[in-house]
C-alpha cells in the first residue's frame, strides 16, 4: 500500500467544510444542491417531523472520516497525554480483533487492524510534535509514521521493545482496566509477549492508560460537533417518519412492525443502527409496557428507542407519540403534564453538570432538585460518540439510582451525553394509573453549560387515528 506523507497530514488539518459537498445523496434523484449541503446548526429547539437532510456517498464519507480523525490525532492526543504526565502510549490490536480505542484510529479505508497493528505514541517534551508510530506491516493512511522493517527485525514485539528503550520513556501507559471497557484493550497474550521483549530495568515504568483511552474516546472537537447536529436530525427525522401514518394505521400496525421499518428505513438510506430499535405501548387499563405483536390503537401513548451510527458518531433518542382517538385534537392533559415533567428532571440534570464533578455527584444533585418538586424521577444519562454508551462516567443506570464506581469518574469539557431518564406520574384521565414518561436527547458540554445538539422533544407527537 501506498503510504502518505507530512504533505498530506498536513492538508487533513483543512476545514472539514470542503468534505461537506455532497455531489450525491443515496436516496437522491438528483444533485444535491448547495444549500442542502450546509452544516446543520446546534439548536435547543427540536423540530416537528424534520426533513431528512441528505446522507453523503461512501466515498464522502471516508475524505469526511479522515480529515476529523487526522484532527483528533494532532490535537487531543498531545493534550491527554500531558495532562496524564504519559510520555509513551502503547496501543495494540488483532484483526477482527480491535480494541476500542485502535478501532477509533483507522482511517476509513483501513476498517479492521491488519494481522498485528501496534501504535506508539511517543512525547518527546520540551514542546516538541508527539511521534505517532505503527509497528505493523501495513500503513494506517499516512497518519502514524511506519517504524518496523520485518526484514531487518523479524520479531515485532522485540521491534517495539528497541523502539521503547531507544526512547527511554518515564511512563509506558497500556490499555489494561478493571473498570472501563474501553482502556482494557491489552489481552494477556499480548501483555505477555510485550513484557517479555521490554527490557527488565523498564517494567516498572508500565501503567495502566485507562485514562487516556477514555479521555481519547470522551472528547469531541469542534469537527465533529459541526456535524453532530446534522446526525442528530437525520436521526429525528427518521422517528418523525416511523411516528406518522406513513408507517403506523391504528388498528393494524403492531409495535413489531415498527420496529422492522426502522431496520428496513436505515438499510434504505445505507445507515446502520448501533442497537435493534424498541417500540412499545402504553395503554389506559394495562399495567406497563405492551410490545411486539401488540396492535397500536387510538388512545395509545408509544414509546420508541432509536439509534444510528454515521461518520463514526452514534445518537441515541427516546421519544413519544400519542395517537388520537377519533374527534381528539390533542393529547390528554395528564399525559402533556408528565413529559414536561420530564423536562423538567433534564433541566435539573443538565445544570448539575460542572467540569471535573463527578457522575455519581451531578445524580445526587438532579435527583434531590427532581424530588424536592414534586417529581418522581430515574436518571440513566451516559456519554455518547464514537459509541452508543460511551467512553465517561455513566450518571445513574435505570436499575440503580445509588452511587456506583461506574459514576465516580469526573465529567470533562467537550464532552457529548444522552441525557436519558424518566418520571412516573399517576394520569387523571386513565384512572390515576401511573405513566413511564421516558425522554433521551443528545447533548454537548463545552465545559459551562449543556446544549442539545439537535433540540428536544417537549410537545408529544400526534398521531391521526384516521
Not at 506491516?137 to 518496523?148: K, S, T
Not at 469542534?222 to 447536529?229: C, D, F, S, V
Amino acid at each position: 500500500m501506498m503510504q502518505m506523507g507530512r504533505t498530506t497530514r498536513a492538508m487533513a488539518k483543512l476545514t472539514m467544510l470542503a468534505a461537506i459537498t455532497m455531489s450525491t445523496a443515496i436516496l437522491s434523484s438528483g444533485p444535491v444542491h448547495a444549500d442542502d449541503a450546509a452544516p446543520i446548526a446546534m439548536s435547543q429547539t427540536e423540530h416537528a417531523a424534520p426533513a431528512l437532510p441528505p446522507i453523503l456517498s461512501p466515498r464522502d464519507r471516508a475524505v469526511l472520516e479522515n480529515r476529523i480523525l487526522a484532527g483528533r490525532l494532532d490535537s487531543i492526543i498531545p493534550a491527554i497525554m500531558r495532562e496524564q504526565g504519559i510520555d509513551l502510549w502503547l496501543l495494540m490490536a488483532r484483526e477482527y480483533f480491535e480494541e476500542p480505542v485502535v478501532a477509533s484510529m483507522l482511517d476509513a479505508e483501513n476498517m479492521h487492524a491488519r494481522r498485528r497493528t501496534i501504535l506508539i505514541f511517543h512525547d518527546p517534551g520540551e514542546g516538541q510534535p508527539v511521534e505517532r508510530l505503527t509497528v505493523s506491516r501495513y500503513g494506517l493512511g499516512g497518519l502514524f509514521d511506519p517504524a518496523w522493517n520485518p526484514d531487518e527485525q523479524p520479531d515485532q514485539w522485540q521491534a517495539v521493545a528497541g523502539l521503547i528503550a531507544a526512547r527511554d520513556p518515564a511512563k509506558i501507559a497500556i490499555n489494561t482496566s478493571d473498570l472501563s471497557q474501553f482502556g482494557d484493550g491489552m489481552t494477556l497474550s499480548q501483555y505477555d509477549r510485550f513484557m517479555s521483549a521490554l527490557p527488565p530495568a523498564l517494567h516498572e515504568r508500565v501503567v495502566s492508560g485507562e485514562r487516556l483511552a477514555i479521555r481519547w474516546l470522551e472528547t469531541r472537537t469542534p469537527a465533529e460537533l459541526e456535524i453532530y447536529p446534522t446526525i442528530v436530525r437525520i436521526a429525528h427525522a427518521v422517528i418523525g417518519e416511523a411516528f406518522s401514518r406513513k408507517v403506523i394505521t391504528p388498528g393494524v400496525t403492531t409495535a413489531e412492525q415498527v420496529q422492522w421499518w426502522y431496520r428496513d428505513r436505515l438499510m434504505q438510506l445505507g445507515l446502520d443502527p448501533w442497537f435493534h430499535p424498541s417500540v412499545a405501548i402504553q395503554r389506559q387499563g394495562t399495567k406497563g409496557m405492551i410490545e411486539g405483536d401488540a396492535v397500536i390503537q387510538p388512545g395509545d401513548l408509544l414509546w420508541t428507542d432509536f439509534g444510528i451510527t454515521y461518520l463514526r458518531l452514534n445518537t441515541d433518542t427516546q421519544h413519544l407519540a400519542y395517537v388520537l382517538k377519533p374527534g381528539e385534537t390533542e393529547a390528554p392533559a395528564g399525559l402533556r403534564a408528565g413529559l414536561a415533567n420530564s423536562n423538567k428532571v433534564q433541566d435539573f440534570l443538565t445544570r448539575a453538570f460542572t467540569t471535573g464533578r463527578s457522575g455519581n455527584e451531578a445524580l445526587k444533585l438532579a435527583r434531590a432538585g427532581a424530588i424536592a418538586a414534586g417529581i418522581d424521577p430515574s436518571i440513566y444519562t451516559h456519554p455518547i460518540g464514537n459509541h452508543g454508551h460511551g467512553a465517561g462516567p455513566s450518571i445513574g443506570f435505570w436499575d440503580n439510582q445509588n452511587p456506583d464506581p461506574r459514576g465516580d469518574g469526573p465529567i470533562n469539557a467537550d464532552t457529548a451525553w444522552s441525557i436519558e431518564l424518566t418520571s412516573y406520574a399517576a394520569v387523571p384521565e386513565w384512572g390515576g394509573q401511573m405513566v413511564d414518561f421516558r425522554t433521551e436527547e443528545d447533548a454537548f458540554f463545552d465545559g459551562t453549560s449543556v446544549r442539545y445538539i439537535d433540540g428536544r422533544q417537549t410537545e408529544i407527537t400526534l398521531i391521526p387515528s384516521g
